[in-house]
């Protein structure tokens, strides 16, 4: 038996034609024409146009300003965020997994960023290890610069996606609650320990030790 074609909604065509212009005529910061314009040239009503770049700006794709236009954006993970935060609302378990895809990509390119790392970064990360040092003798949580010290790690790699990336994890698991009440004096000496491996060099080392500090968190997700 045929099954019955399903019509595609309109706004859906235009948001599709208009992707198209965007990744063949525009750049990150440029300004889309008008919504008349755009309106006019693909033979709709305005309405349509309108719901279409909605539709875009919940993407992510297009960002727009009141009283200037409509402008594409640079790629970001604001859309990838907002609806893993929705998800993870209803199912506490996802957090694991996210644990694992951040301990996979930590321990995978923890390698190169040893490899490139400056010396004015591990001043940097020295710095950030001290703060942490002060606020676990003060009873206080130091989940700001922990995440600092991690993306200062692989900032060293100049791979904007993937600081991008682990950011939106810290974003959901801080957002989770999943950081809250840490036993800071273990933390506070694996982070010790990431950072003598690698002044030394010491590739394995250094994930072993990222690993095992993941694994931790995993399991505190676990008990909740």
């Not at 599709?16 to 990744?23: A, D, M, R, S, T």
């Not at 959901?172 to 694996?190: C, D, G, H, T, V």
């Not at 003598?196 to 505190?220: Q, R, S, T």
């Amino acid at each position: 038996m045929l099954k019955r074609l399903e019509s595609t909604p309109r706004y859906q065509i235009i948001l599709e034609q208009i992707k198209n212009f965007i990744l063949q005529k525009l750049r990150p910061g440029d300004r889309l024409p008008p919504e008349m314009e755009i309106a006019t040239q693909l033979g709709v009503s305005r309405p349509s146009v309108r719901e279409a770049l909605k539709s875009l700006g919940t993407l992510g794709i297009i960002e727009i300003k009141r009283g200037e236009g409509t402008f594409v954006r640079s790629f970001n993970f604001d859309p990838i965020l907002n609806n893993l935060h929705y998800g993870i609302s209803f199912n506490k378990n996802d957090l694991t997994d996210i644990f694992e895809v951040r301990e996979a990509l930590e321990c995978s390119f923890i390698g190169e960023a040893i490899k490139n790392i400056s010396s004015d970064r591990m001043r940097r990360l020295r710095d950030l290890l001290e703060k942490m040092e002060q606020k676990v003798q003060q009873g206080e949580n130091f989940a700001v610069e922990d995440s600092k010290f991690h993306r200062a790690i692989f900032e060293a790699l100049n791979n904007r996606l993937l600081v991008e990336l682990l950011d939106v994890f810290w974003k959901l698991l801080k957002n989770s609650e999943a950081l809250n009440e840490p036993k800071l004096a273990e933390s506070l000496a694996n982070h010790k320990k990431v950072l003598e491996a690698i002044e030394n060099k010491d590739v394995k080392g250094a994930g072993k030790i990222l690993a095992e500090h993941f694994k931790y968190g995993e399991k505190k997700i676990k008990k909740k």
